[in-house]
């Protein structure tokens, strides 16, 4: 793969990414920024998409758009869905939907899909850089939503309907937008926190390890892809 894109919700979660590939080409596309290198061989488009599944589904398809990746992927942190995930753990989507929508809206309309799927080599890569920079990783279904989820009950509710690993707010609309454009996706998450009453605190204490711990193993994935 010679021109891969990452896509970020927040500035934390590229400041490192963009620190180490240094001086970019920043060209503005319907308000948004996107950041272009040249990095060991490859081409990587980067951008901050904002947060929430509209924002990050428009800077996919302008992404895609104007820059035609041959792959995508969604990188950052994300809330814990299941017990065996501990913060500053990965998750590494398999397939990723929403939360709040009846997948019904999905599956019996257009796209006709409701669980978008992650594509395997870009899994299989994730999980092997995890294992090198000798970081525990899951493979799991991510699930997004409109909310930041900090509720047992809420967390609780999510986790009896759809067994998820990991809550964010864009994995499902970035994994949608590659199913329509046929583009190989994958999210890469690591657990800032654990989604529950505590949730705000963990946030707060471990966001800048998890967007470090992330970024490097989004860039070494771009290496050896």
């Given at each position: 793969?010679?021109?891969?894109?990452?896509?970020g919700?927040?500035p934390?979660?590229?400041?490192?990414?963009?620190?180490?590939?240094?001086?970019?080409?920043?060209?503005?596309?319907?308000?948004?920024?996107?950041?272009?290198?040249?990095?060991?061989?490859?081409?990587?488009?980067?951008s901050?998409?904002?947060?929430?599944?509209?924002?990050?589904?428009?800077?996919?398809?302008?992404?895609?758009?104007?820059?035609?990746?041959?792959?995508?992927?969604?990188?950052?942190?994300?809330?814990?869905?299941?017990s065996?995930?501990?913060?500053?753990?990965?998750?590494?989507?398999?397939?990723?939907?929403?939360?709040?929508?009846?997948?019904?809206?999905?599956n019996?309309?257009?796209?006709?899909?409701?669980?978008?799927?992650?594509d395997?080599?870009?899994?299989?890569?994730?999980?092997?850089?995890?294992?090198?920079?000798?970081?525990?990783?899951f493979?799991?279904?991510?699930?997004?939503?409109?909310?930041?989820?900090?509720?047992?009950?809420?967390?609780?509710?999510?986790?009896?309907?759809?067994?998820?690993?990991?809550?964010?707010?864009?994995?499902?609309?970035?994994?949608h937008?590659?199913?329509?454009?046929?583009?190989?996706?994958?999210?890469?998450?690591?657990?800032?926190?654990?989604?529950?009453?505590?949730?705000?605190?963990?946030?707060?204490?471990?966001?800048?390890?998890?967007?470090?711990?992330?970024?490097?193993?989004?860039?070494?994935?771009?290496?050896?892809?």
């Amino acid at each position: 793969m010679n021109t891969i894109a990452i896509i970020g919700a927040m500035p934390s979660e590229l400041a490192d990414i963009r620190k180490t590939l240094g001086n970019a080409e920043v060209k503005k596309i319907s308000g948004f920024e996107f950041y272009v290198n040249e990095y060991k061989g490859k081409t990587i488009i980067n951008s901050c998409c904002g947060i929430a599944k509209v924002n990050s589904a428009l800077c996919t398809q302008v992404m895609i758009d104007n820059f035609h990746p041959d792959c995508v992927i969604n990188t950052g942190i994300a809330g814990g869905m299941n017990s065996a995930v501990k913060v500053c753990d990965v998750v590494i989507s398999t397939e990723v939907l929403p939360h709040d929508l009846d997948p019904h809206f999905l599956n019996d309309y257009p796209p006709y899909c409701a669980v978008f799927k992650a594509d395997k080599n870009l899994i299989q890569t994730a999980e092997k850089v995890c294992a090198e920079f000798s970081v525990k990783s899951f493979r799991g279904r991510i699930v997004s939503g409109e909310a930041f989820i900090s509720s047992n009950e809420v967390k609780a509710e999510i986790q009896n309907r759809l067994n998820p690993y990991a809550v964010d707010m864009e994995s499902a609309a970035v994994g949608h937008c590659c199913y329509l454009n046929d583009k190989p996706y994958v999210s890469v998450r690591c657990i800032s926190d654990n989604a529950d009453d505590d949730g705000a605190m963990s946030f707060d204490e471990f966001e800048k390890i998890a967007t470090k711990r992330v970024a490097d193993i989004v860039l070494r994935m771009t290496e050896i892809l």
